[in-house]
C-alpha cells in the first residue's frame, strides 16, 4: 500500500451510505428489539427466583473477581488477571486482541499485521475484513449501549429522556430501574454509587481484588486504571450489559466464521474475554450473559440480511491504512453475505500465504492456550450460565425450537458451513442448547440466544459438513 490514506468502504455500501444516520440518542429498531429482549432483567425484584438470581448474581461475581471459585480458566490464575488487563483495551477496529483464538500459527500471522500501536491507530490485513468487522461491531455495540442508560435511569445518556415506544418496554412489563443498585445497597447517585445507576462491581463488590500488570501496550497498569480512570473511568457508567463482551463474541464470531477451523476455539475466546471483565471488577455475571446474547442476536440478523439490520450508515472509531493516518469515514453493508465473502476470500488469501500450507494444516499448527479442545470445551460449559439460578422454572426443562422461535439464528452455522441447509443448522443449535430457565430465558425469540451453546453447535455442525460428499473441488 502507498502512504496515502484510503477510505474503507466497499462499491457496494455506495447506495447504502446515502442513508441518512439516526440521529444521536434515538433508538433504532434494532435497539428496541435488544432493549426487549435484554428488558427481562428489570423484572426479577418482582419474584423469589428474580430475587435470588440478584442475589447469586454478586456471590457469583464476587467469587470470580477473588479468584476463589468460578469458571474453569486456562491460564494459571495471576496470568489470567493480566490477560484481564490487556483485554480491557477494546481493539474494535480489528479485533486484533481476540486474534489469539485463531492459534499460535494462523493468530501469529493476523496480529502481525492486524495491530493497534496507540489507542486510535491501527491497521487491518485487508479492507474488505475492516468493513465488515466495522460494521458488524457498530451495529452489535450500538444494540448493547443502548442498554447501559435504558436499565439505569431510563434514558439514553443519563439525561435525555428515551422514545415513547422505549419507555413502553418497562411499562408493559412491570419493570424497574437500577435493579443492581438496588439490590446490591447502592442507589444511584449515592456515595461511592454510579450517579446514573446499576453500579458495577467494583462499586458494590464488598471486597476487591486489584492489580498491578502491563496494559495491551506493554505499559506499566494497574485494573483501577480501568475502572476508576485515567485509562477508563466507568464510576458512573452503568454497568448492564457489557459492552466488552458484545465485543468479544461478536468480533470473534466473525473471525470464527471467516476461519471456519477454528470457530470453536474463536467461541472459547469470546468466553474468557467476558469472564475476563468480571475477573478485572468492571461486570457482573448477568452484564456478561447480557452482553453475549446481543452480540449473538445482531450477528445472526446480518447473516439473515435483515433489512433491519443492513443498510445503515455506521461509523468507524477510526479506519487506518497501513500506519499513513486516521480518518473517521461512513461504512454501511448492503449486502451483509456478500461482504462476508469478500472479507472471508482476503483473509484465506493473506493467512494462506504467510502460512504456506493449507488453511486446515495452518490452523492444526497451535502451540497456544486454545490447543486442548477438552479445556475449551469445559471453559465454555463453565460460561453458559455462570450457575445462575433458574428464574423462570416453567422453561428449566423445556427445549426452545429454535428453527420457530429465532429461524435467523441457523446462519451462525450455515454462514462457516454453507453445506448445511439452515434447517439442519437450527435442528443442531436446539439439540446443543444450553440449561432453560435463566434470567433471560423467557420464552421470547430474544431468550433463544442467551441459552445458545455455539461452541457444541458449531463442533456438531462442523462434523455433519465433512460427513456430506463433496461436489465441487474445495476452494479453501
Same mark, same amino acid.
Given at each position: 500500500?502507498?502512504?496515502?490514506? @484510503?477510505?474503507?468502504?466497499?462499491?457496494?455500501?455506495?447506495?447504502?451510505?446515502?442513508?441518512?444516520? *439516526?440521529?444521536?440518542?434515538?433508538?433504532?429498531?434494532?435497539?428496541?428489539? !435488544?432493549?426487549?429482549?435484554?428488558?427481562?432483567?428489570?423484572?426479577?425484584?418482582?419474584?423469589?427466583?428474580?430475587?435470588?438470581?440478584?442475589?447469586?448474581?454478586?456471590?457469583?461475581?464476587?467469587?470470580?473477581?477473588?479468584? $476463589?471459585?468460578?469458571?474453569?480458566?486456562?491460564?494459571?490464575?495471576?496470568?489470567?488477571?493480566?490477560?484481564?488487563?490487556? +483485554?480491557?483495551?477494546?481493539?474494535?477496529?480489528? !479485533?486484533? #486482541?481476540?486474534?489469539?483464538?485463531? &492459534?499460535?500459527?494462523?493468530?501469529?500471522?493476523?496480529?502481525?499485521?492486524? /495491530?493497534?500501536?496507540?489507542?486510535?491507530?491501527?491497521?487491518?490485513?485487508?479492507?474488505?475484513?475492516?468493513?465488515?468487522?466495522?460494521?458488524?461491531?457498530?451495529?452489535?455495540?450500538?444494540?448493547?449501549?443502548?442498554?447501559?442508560?435504558?436499565?439505569?435511569?431510563?434514558?439514553?445518556?443519563?439525561?435525555?429522556?428515551?422514545?415513547?415506544?422505549?419507555?413502553?418496554?418497562?411499562? #408493559?412489563?412491570?419493570?424497574?430501574?437500577?435493579?443492581?443498585?438496588?439490590?446490591?445497597?447502592?442507589?444511584?447517585?449515592?456515595?461511592?454509587?454510579?450517579?446514573?445507576?446499576?453500579?458495577?462491581?467494583?462499586?458494590?463488590?464488598?471486597?476487591?481484588?486489584?492489580?498491578?500488570?502491563?496494559?495491551?501496550?506493554?505499559?506499566?497498569?494497574?485494573?483501577?486504571?480501568?475502572? /476508576?480512570?485515567?485509562?477508563?473511568? *466507568?464510576?458512573?457508567?452503568?454497568?448492564?450489559?457489557?459492552?466488552?463482551?458484545?465485543?468479544?463474541?461478536?468480533?470473534?464470531?466473525?473471525?470464527?466464521?471467516?476461519?471456519?477451523?477454528?470457530?470453536?476455539?474463536?467461541?472459547?475466546? $469470546?468466553?474468557?474475554? &467476558?469472564?475476563? /471483565?468480571?475477573?478485572?471488577?468492571?461486570?457482573?455475571?448477568?452484564?456478561?450473559?447480557?452482553?453475549?446474547?446481543?452480540?449473538?442476536?445482531?450477528?445472526?440478523? *446480518?447473516?439473515?440480511?435483515?433489512?433491519?439490520?443492513?443498510?445503515?450508515?455506521? @461509523?468507524?472509531?477510526?479506519?487506518?491504512? #497501513?500506519?499513513?493516518?486516521?480518518?473517521?469515514?461512513?461504512?454501511?453493508?448492503?449486502?451483509?453475505?456478500?461482504?462476508?465473502?469478500?472479507?472471508?476470500? +482476503?483473509?484465506?488469501?493473506?493467512?494462506?500465504?504467510?502460512?504456506?500450507?493449507?488453511?486446515?494444516?495452518? $490452523?492444526?499448527?497451535?502451540? &497456544?492456550?486454545? /490447543?486442548?479442545?477438552?479445556?475449551?470445551?469445559?471453559?465454555?460449559?463453565?460460561?453458559?450460565?455462570?450457575?445462575?439460578?433458574?428464574?423462570?422454572?416453567?422453561?428449566?426443562?423445556?427445549?426452545?425450537?429454535?428453527?420457530?422461535?429465532?429461524?435467523?439464528?441457523?446462519?451462525?452455522?450455515?454462514?462457516?458451513?454453507?453445506?448445511? %441447509?439452515?434447517?439442519?443448522?437450527?435442528?443442531?443449535?436446539?439439540?446443543?442448547?444450553?440449561?432453560?430457565?435463566?434470567?433471560?430465558?423467557?420464552? %421470547?425469540?430474544?431468550?433463544?440466544?442467551?441459552? *445458545?451453546?455455539?461452541?457444541?453447535?458449531?463442533?456438531?455442525?462442523?462434523?455433519?459438513? %465433512? %460427513?456430506?460428499?463433496?461436489?465441487?473441488?474445495?476452494?479453501?
Amino acid at each position: 500500500m502507498s502512504g496515502t490514506p @484510503r477510505v474503507w468502504i466497499t462499491a457496494s455500501c455506495l447506495l447504502a451510505s446515502l442513508l441518512p444516520p *439516526l440521529p444521536a440518542g434515538a433508538q433504532s429498531a434494532t435497539n428496541l428489539t !435488544a432493549l426487549r429482549g435484554l428488558a427481562a432483567v428489570s423484572v426479577l425484584p418482582r419474584s423469589a427466583e428474580g430475587r435470588a438470581a440478584l442475589e447469586a448474581n454478586l456471590t457469583v461475581t464476587g467469587a470470580i473477581q477473588a479468584g $476463589a471459585a468460578g469458571p474453569a480458566i486456562l491460564l494459571p490464575l495471576a496470568e489470567q488477571r493480566q490477560l484481564a488487563l490487556r +483485554d480491557a483495551f477494546i481493539t474494535d477496529g480489528n !479485533a486484533t #486482541e481476540l486474534a489469539d483464538g485463531l &492459534g499460535s500459527t494462523l493468530g501469529g500471522l493476523y496480529q502481525a499485521k492486524a /495491530r493497534y500501536t496507540a489507542p486510535e491507530t491501527f491497521t487491518n490485513v485487508a479492507p474488505s475484513v475492516a468493513d465488515l468487522l466495522g460494521y458488524t461491531n457498530n451495529v452489535a455495540k450500538s444494540d448493547s449501549n443502548a442498554g447501559k442508560f435504558f436499565f439505569a435511569n431510563a434514558t439514553t445518556n443519563g439525561k435525555a429522556p428515551i422514545s415513547e415506544a422505549a419507555a413502553s418496554i418497562l411499562a #408493559e412489563g412491570g419493570g424497574t430501574v437500577d435493579v443492581f443498585g438496588k439490590a446490591y445497597g447502592r442507589l444511584a447517585g449515592t456515595q461511592g454509587a454510579d450517579a446514573y445507576g446499576n453500579s458495577r462491581p467494583f462499586q458494590t463488590l464488598p471486597q476487591l481484588v486489584a492489580y498491578r500488570g502491563t496494559d495491551y501496550f506493554g505499559r506499566p497498569s494497574h485494573s483501577l486504571d480501568w475502572l /476508576r480512570g485515567p485509562n477508563q473511568n *466507568l464510576t458512573d457508567s452503568p454497568s448492564y450489559p457489557s459492552g466488552h463482551t458484545t465485543y468479544g463474541y461478536t468480533e470473534a464470531v466473525i473471525l470464527g466464521i471467516l476461519v471456519p477451523e477454528r470457530y470453536q476455539q474463536m467461541i472459547a475466546r $469470546a468466553a474468557e474475554y &467476558g469472564t475476563n /471483565r468480571i475477573i478485572v471488577g468492571a461486570h457482573y455475571a448477568m452484564d456478561v450473559l447480557g452482553g453475549r446474547a446481543v452480540a449473538l442476536h445482531a450477528v445472526a440478523h *446480518l447473516l439473515a440480511n435483515d433489512p433491519a439490520y443492513v443498510g445503515q450508515v455506521r @461509523r468507524n472509531p477510526a479506519v487506518i491504512t #497501513e500506519m499513513s493516518g486516521a480518518t473517521n469515514e461512513a461504512v454501511a453493508v448492503a449486502d451483509y453475505r456478500a461482504a462476508l465473502a469478500a472479507a472471508r476470500s +482476503d483473509l484465506a488469501a493473506f493467512l494462506r500465504d504467510g502460512c504456506g500450507d493449507t488453511l486446515a494444516a495452518c $490452523a492444526g499448527a497451535d502451540t &497456544g492456550r486454545f /490447543r486442548d479442545p477438552a479445556a475449551n470445551a469445559a471453559l465454555y460449559a463453565a460460561t453458559q450460565t455462570y450457575d445462575l439460578p433458574v428464574v423462570h422454572p416453567q422453561r428449566a426443562n423445556r427445549v426452545a425450537d429454535v428453527g420457530r422461535l429465532a429461524p435467523e439464528a441457523g446462519h451462525l452455522l450455515t454462514a462457516a458451513f454453507p453445506s448445511l %441447509s439452515l434447517e439442519e443448522a437450527n435442528a443442531i443449535l436446539t439439540q446443543t442448547q444450553g440449561p432453560g430457565g435463566g434470567f433471560l430465558d423467557d420464552g %421470547s425469540a430474544f431468550g433463544v440466544y442467551a441459552r *445458545l451453546n455455539l461452541y457444541a453447535a458449531v463442533g456438531r455442525a462442523a462434523a455433519l459438513a %465433512s %460427513s456430506k460428499p463433496v461436489s465441487s473441488p474445495p476452494t479453501r
